[in-house]
């Protein structure tokens, strides 16, 4: 009676069997939600500047960036990343106002902001 010895191994794998196939839909199920997971992450930026651009604000940004010809107004660089900067502070004129606000590169913009005593820039 050799076998007796393994009769925990015998039981065990009678419980298992029928669990296996659930425990392979579990796998299944993280990987498919990793591969969905993945697929979101790469489709998200893309989506999210799509959907900026497509914007009343991501329009009037690519409007204004266009007036000033894709330039920094600070330092005159081409080709940047461009952000807006309000002249006058947001709070004291109309945010959206067109004239008080100017393209700059991003190190420009945050130059900006660390010295508040702006340099002479003309509103366009
Ligand atoms: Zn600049
Ligand atoms: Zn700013």
Request: glycine fraction near 6%; charge should be positive; proline fraction near 9%.
């Amino acid at each position: 009676m050799y076998w007796l010895h393994r009769w925990p191994v015998i039981l065990i794998g009678l419980v298992m069997t029928p669990l296996l196939p659930l425990l392979g839909l579990a796998a299944a199920g993280l990987a498919f939600h990793r591969l969905l997971d993945d697929l979101h992450s790469l489709l998200r930026s893309p989506w999210r500047r799509w959907r900026w651009r497509l914007s009343a604000k991501g329009r009037q940004h690519a409007r204004l960036h266009r007036r000033d010809g894709y330039t920094c107004r600070v330092c005159g660089v081409i080709g940047q990343p461009l952000e807006l900067h309000s002249i006058a502070p947001a709070r004291q004129v109309d945010r959206d106002e067109p004239h008080n606000l100017i393209s700059v590169c991003v190190p420009c913009h945050r130059q900006l902001h660390e010295q508040p005593v702006s340099p002479a820039i003309s509103p366009a």
